[in-house]
């Protein structure tokens, strides 16, 4: 029977209808593989701009070309993920329920690793820096080339600022899980980026000028020695005078600080603060000043002690340890130094620990052996052999872990080289990020503290009432065997002190950050009230550890900031045999004004 027209009609609207079901559906599928595969591309895009800034620093420290090609994929991907999340279907995932954050944080991310691509690797591949621009020639440091770096590395340091304020405003606590510790990772990254510039910028800036550009500089060489600690480093055991005109360096006469003794009054006036806490020792004895975890102020004890005992003025004090020297043997090469092979591998072992059993009834023979090994590794610095590349990533590594410090005399320079890690500043910011500090001082008067390892955490940040909070834990661990009493003295020590030989006692000092407060101090599970004092502003807790051979300690403890500082919590620590004292930052849970 034939269909009426409205039963025609009917059909045609239901025909209609499907269709248009089917047609929104296609597009809704089709918008879900389209966003799919962008999130996908942006994925693939920024994990392949990540491996290329992995290999970036390697690259920059080789040949030009390989650099350039580098910087050339990084910018490639880089660019391409910054592009697809600043589109239309990124704009939608944003806004979706939820997630919206999320892809919010991975467009910040994108834009990150593109201002760190273009405007960050970019003018240092395309000024043609690389470690041959700082390479010794004939013995001399070319100090026009490094003044020319200057411009170059501070457009890069910039370029990674403007990406550390993209990274800013992204609120890590309110992400989803998968997501913070990727996000924690570049912001960690692109920090030290800014760090690491920071300080070659003002180094191209300064150098010239203190290698003797402008006229000769002396300064005071000081070689500290990490088995005997000290907040700075370790005991400044010797040291020699350095001189540098128009960019040649000469090392002058080693000098052991043994041959400095114990003054009946302080080479300069103490703080009641620095009496309370060290007593009169850093300025009393050379070895004791970098107690005090300031190298400006350590060095200006040192440089007034150098110049009662010489009469010889200096613009400045330099400081390195043999860690870092056994990094700057992989650029020169082995040494041998009275029949013993120094490698980068054996050299902290041959500089710590040998020595003070093979000299054991030979001071002398030890001090010899000292000075020797300290003069044949800078002679070897500036030979043209020693490879450039490595050269400048071992004294970046030095520098880094606050191996390698440096103090002028000279005001306008001083204040320059405020705010690196080689300055070795006691933390002293009253805004930005909550900074903390670590510092261990022998107690024992040995060199115990080559078999001592110790390792210094932020566990966790939280954010309350405008402050932030935090958590540390320090693991101590004494390596020496278990018959240790029976090394030399010149290892344990005499037992003067107190110390049974073979045992070891330190003092760690905690400090907080400004205006804040530290508590619930405990050491393996029962608390400890420490030593409860006040230095530049900060509380500084003092607890003393005793290690007997093998022993492992657990120290715990509780802080908080005062107001005004924000995004998270830095934390120095003393730079020891087994590790370095680099600055560990952990971003507070909390976005906006608050933190990271």
Not at 418 to 428: C, D, E, K, L, N
Not at 447 to 475: H, N, P, T, W
Request: proline fraction near 5%.
């Amino acid at each position: 029977m034939a269909r009426t027209t409205r039963e025609r009609a009917v059909s045609a609207s239901r025909r209609r209808w499907r269709w248009g079901l089917a047609t929104a559906l296609a597009v809704l599928v089709a918008g879900a593989l389209w966003s799919g595969w962008t999130v996908w591309q942006v994925q693939r895009d920024l994990s392949a701009a990540r491996s290329q800034a992995v290999a970036l620093p390697a690259a920059l420290a080789g040949n030009a070309n390989g650099a350039a090609a580098v910087v050339d994929s990084l910018q490639s991907h880089a660019s391409a993920a910054a592009e697809r999340t600043s589109g239309p279907t990124w704009q939608v995932l944003s806004a979706l329920p939820a997630l919206g954050d999320d892809f919010d944080a991975t467009a910040a991310v994108a834009r990150a690793v593109d201002i760190v691509a273009r405007e960050g690797a970019g003018p240092l591949v395309d000024s043609g820096l690389s470690a041959e621009t700082f390479a010794p020639r004939g013995g001399r440091i070319p100090v026009d080339r490094v003044a020319r770096a200057a411009a170059p590395l501070a457009e890069a340091r910039d370029g990674f600022v403007r990406a550390q304020d993209e990274l800013d405003d992204i609120r890590v606590g309110g992400l989803v899980r998968e997501l913070r510790p990727q996000l924690e990772a570049l912001i960690r990254q692109v920090d030290e980026g800014v760090d690491t510039l920071d300080g070659a910028t003002r180094a191209a800036e300064l150098l010239p000028a203190m290698l003797g550009r402008d006229g000769a500089r002396d300064y005071l060489l000081v070689f500290q020695n990490n088995a005997e600690p000290r907040s700075l480093g370790g005991m400044p055991g010797l040291m020699a005078p350095l001189r540098a005109d128009e960019g040649t360096v000469t090392l002058g006469r080693t000098v052991a600080a043994s041959e400095f003794g114990e003054l009946a009054e302080p080479v300069l006036p103490l703080t009641e603060q620095e009496r309370a806490i060290w007593f009169e020792q850093p300025g009393t004895w050379f070895q004791d000043s970098v107690f005090i975890p300031d190298f400006e102020r350590a060095g200006e004890l040192m440089a007034a002690r150098w110049k009662l005992e010489t009469g010889r003025d200096v613009d400045g004090v330099l400081s390195v340890d043999p860690v870092t020297l056994s990094y700057l043997v992989k650029a020169t090469g082995p040494l041998t130094v009275d029949g013993r092979r120094l490698t980068s591998s054996n050299f902290v072992d041959e500089i710590l620990h040998e020595p003070y059993l093979r000299y054991a009834d030979d001071p002398a023979a030890e001090d010899a052996f000292f000075a020797e090994v300290l003069t044949s590794t800078f002679d070897r610095l500036l030979d043209p052999r020693t490879d450039p590349s490595a050269l400048v990533a071992a004294l970046s590594r030095g520098a880094t872990e606050g191996r390698l410090l440096v103090h002028s005399t000279i005001d306008a320079e001083q204040d320059r080289l405020a705010g690196t890690r080689v300055a070795g500043a006691f933390p002293s910011e009253d805004g930005g990020a909550a900074q903390a500090g670590v510092y261990v001082n022998d107690a024992t008067g040995s060199k115990m503290g080559y078999f001592l390892d110790y390792d210094a955490r932020i566990s966790s940040v939280s954010c309350a009432a405008g402050e932030i909070g935090f958590s540390g834990q320090l693991r101590i661990h004494s390596s020496a065997p278990s018959d240790a009493a029976s090394l030399p003295t010149t290892v344990t020590g005499s037992g003067e002190y107190g110390v049974a030989r073979g045992d070891h006692l330190n003092v760690f000092d905690l400090v907080a950050p400004t205006g804040g407060e530290i508590t619930d101090v405990v050491v393996n599970g029962v608390k400890s009230t420490g030593t409860n004092r006040t230095f530049e502003g900060r509380p500084v807790v003092s607890v003393p550890i005793l290690l007997e051979p093998g022993d492992v300690v657990t120290l715990t403890w509780r802080a908080t900031s005062g107001a005004g500082h924000t995004g998270g919590v830095e934390l120095i620590s003393t730079p020891g045999v087994q590790r370095g004292g680099g600055k560990q930052f952990v971003p507070a849970p909390c976005g906006g004004a608050e933190g990271r």
